[in-house]
Nanobody
Framework: QVQVVESGGGLVQPGGSLRLSCAAS????????MAWLRQAPGETREFVAR????????YLDSVEGRFTISRDNANKNTVYLQMNNMEVADTGVYFC?????????WGQGTQVTVAS
């Protein structure tokens, strides 16, 4: 069982920035990857970004160039999602997912609201 905890959500104006953090009870080095997904009201959950244990990253097209997923090299249990130039369409609950070689583990989510 891997515990996953997200933090850093909040309210931001369009064009603003937020940084989300995801802390897992297992090092990314021992997983396949860690990922961020989001769910807007009334919508299905969608993939946002992934970082593999080897460092390879992947992004949803609409966030490419605005969002950056990274790992904490000092604390290998933590990844970040830096979100810049945010848009109203980025509003939703953001979930972190720890992707092990067996199961996936989810956090409870953190609310991100982009509004003026």
């Amino acid at each position: 069982q891997v515990q996953v905890v997200e933090s850093g959500g909040g309210l931001v104006q369009p064009g603003g920035s937020l940084r989300l953090s995801c802390a897992a009870s297992m090092s990314l080095d021992h997983m396949y990857a860690m990922a961020w997904l989001r769910q807007a009201p009334g919508e299905t959950r969608e993939f946002v970004a992934r970082i593999k244990s080897g460092g390879e990253t992947l992004y949803l097209d609409s966030v490419e160039g605005r969002f950056t997923i990274s790992r904490d090299n000092a604390n290998k249990n933590t990844v970040y999602l830096q979100m810049n130039n945010m848009e109203v369409a980025d509003t939703g609950v953001y979930f972190c997912r720890a992707e092990t070689w067996g199961e996936n583990y989810w956090g409870q989510g953190t609310q991100v609201t982009v509004a003026s």
